[in-house]
């Protein structure tokens, strides 16, 4: 595991995974949390966060290998539970440039019928 603090007070994920910020759960357990999107691009449109803040895929290790499998074999299993047959996308943006916006690790998972809004 990797030496992230558990948690960053001015996170808007932080605040989602403790409760202060309500979101449309899909699945939770002790270290992942999903929900859907607030602004889908695509006909469903999740997002997998780890419990613990990590601020982007530029600060993980190699011992951050089994959360990042966890995170998209759990997006592979809700595409099929949210009933999308018809293919997906997994999506990490990384830094500025990389377009993250929020500076939580997260995973977007997206799929559906096309066209989507965005992607």
Same mark, same amino acid.
């Given at each position: @595991?990797?030496?992230?603090?558990? +948690? /960053? ?9 403790? =409760?202060?910020?309500?979101? %449309? ?31 982007? @895929?530029?600060?993980?290790?190699? +011992? /951050?290998?089994?959360?990042?499998g966890r995170m998209?074999?759990? =997006?592979?299993?809700?595409? %099929? ?36 809004l965005k992607g």
């Amino acid at each position: @595991m990797s030496t992230h603090d558990h +948690a /960053d007070p001015n996170c808007i994920f932080c605040k989602i995974v403790a =409760g202060q910020i309500p979101s %449309k759960k899909v699945f939770e357990d002790e270290e992942l949390l999903a929900f859907h999107d607030i602004n889908p691009w695509a006909p469903v449109h999740i997002l997998i966060i780890p419990k613990r803040h990590i601020p982007s @895929m530029a600060e993980i290790s190699d +011992a /951050d290998a089994p959360l990042l499998g966890r995170m998209t074999a759990l =997006g592979t299993r809700l595409m %099929k539970e949210l009933g999308v047959t018809g293919g997906f996308r997994h999506v990490i943006n990384t830094g500025r440039d990389g377009g993250q916006e929020v500076y939580h690790l997260h995973l977007h998972v997206m799929g559906g019928p096309r066209p989507w809004l965005k992607g």
